[in-house]
Every structure is written in C-alpha cells, then in structure tokens.
C-alpha cells in the first residue's frame, strides 16, 4: 500500500523560498517508472498542479510557476521536494504531492496535504 | 494555460442523476483521451474517480460514468447518494505536456 506524506514549515515570510518534502512508503522510488507532482489548493479555491518529476529527474512545470519553481528527486530517500521561490500571499494554499503511473495520466495517490500560509 | 470550466455547482435529489460538464480547449480536453476526475470531500485530498475519460479506477461505484464530445467532457453520477456529496474536479494532460485541473462544482444531494 503506498503512502505519501507531505512536510515542510506551515509558514514562510514573504519573498522567501517556500520547500517542501513528500517522503513515500510502500514503493521504492528508484525502481518504477512513476511521475511524482505537486498540486496546491488555495483557500477556497480550485485545483492547481505545479509541475511533475519522472524518477529519472526529469521535469515538467506549469508554464504560470516555472520560472520559480524547481522539483527534486532523492531516490535513496524515497523523497521528492518541491522549492517555490519568492513567495507572495498568493501562494497561500494547501500542497499535496500526489503519484502518476508513466503509462498515465492521472494521480492516483494523493498525500494528505500540508497548508502553508504566508505572511510576515 | 487555464482552468478548465466546471459549473460552480450541480444537485439532485437521492436516486437522481447529475452531470458535471468540464470544458476546455482543443489542446487539453479536446486533444486526447487523457481526462481523469476527482472527488474532494471538504477537508480531505482528492481521490480519483474516473481516468481515460470513461474508465473508473477499482472500488469506485458503476453508477459513475464518464464520457467526452470535442472540447467538453462529462461525469455522470447515477442514483445519488448522500455520500456523492462533495467538491469534483476534471483534469486533462494537454498537448504542451502539462496538467491543467477544472475549476470545481459542489455537488449537492437534496
């Protein structure tokens, strides 16, 4: 049974580097060609994916967050991190990190989901 | 790239059917068979109801259905339930290799 589990500070000062971590169980990362992506939620609102990372390293970005975004992959941890640079209150949401087969293109495993706020 | 566009909200009453629309463009929706759906609780993460726009993942109820016309697609909940009561999202993989999610509708069980 896999199991994903976001952590990371709950709040970050603007214009600050939010990061974050998802540690994953129940599956070796390094072995199955999986995508590994973060999705956030802003209070209230819809669904926004932000970029996705194959276990090879490879990576995809929402064209909105790419220019500050950067994902990564520690296979020997079985962690993928999320690092989203100079952050405004717009950033505000809840982030999953979530699992995508590499034949798919669907999440079929969604962590929890960790709030972080920002704000001085 | 933009959302795609749910309505903000659907309802039915027990034993009813209720359909989401979820429209977007030629190069997400429209461009591939690649549209999933997601049911949120309020509170909790998404879990995936319907991938490949018509295939429901094991576990979820036959009474889910999925379909797709052009740019617009469509998840079809037959003889609702109170627990159908929820927040639903559709995504699509789109031509420029991105995910791009809807804009969400609350359904309601009267």
């Known amino acids: 049974q896999m199991h994903l589990q976001e952590s990371g500070p709950g709040l970050v000062r603007p214009s600050e580097t939010l990061s974050l971590t998802c540690t994953v169980s129940?599956?070796?990362?390094?072995?199955?060609?999986?995508?590994w992506g973060w999705i956030r939620q802003s209070p209230g609102k819809g669904l926004e994916w932000i970029g996705n990372?194959?276990?090879?390293?490879?990576?995809n970005y929402n064209p909105s967050l790419k220019d500050r975004v950067t994902i990564s992959v520690e296979t020997s941890k079985n962690q993928f991190s999320l690092r989203l640079d100079s952050v405004t209150a717009a950033d505000s949401a809840v982030y999953y990190c979530a699992r995508r087969s590499g034949d798919y293109y669907h999440f079929s495993d969604w962590g929890q989901g960790t709030l972080v706020t920002v704000s001085s | 790239q933009s959302a795609l566009t749910q309505p903000p909200s659907v309802s039915g009453s027990p034993g009813q059917s209720v359909t989401i629309s979820c429209t977007g463009t030629?190069?997400?929706?429209?461009?591939?068979?690649?549209v999933s759906w997601y049911r949120q609780p309020p509170g909790t993460a998404p879990k995936l109801m319907m991938y490949?726009?018509?295939y429901r993942p094991s576990g979820v109820p036959a009474r889910f259905s999925g379909s797709k016309s052009g740019n617009t697609a469509s998840l079809t909940i037959s003889g609702l339930q109170a627990e159908d009561e929820a927040d639903y999202y559709c995504s699509s993989y789109s031509s420029s290799n991105t995910h791009v999610f809807g804009t969400g509708t609350k359904v309601t069980v009267l």
């Open positions: 490949d726009v018509t």
């Open positions: 990372i194959f276990y090879t390293g490879s990576t």
């Open positions: 030629s190069s997400d929706v429209g461009s591939n068979s690649r």
């Open positions: 129940g599956v070796s990362m390094s072995r199955i060609p999986y995508y």
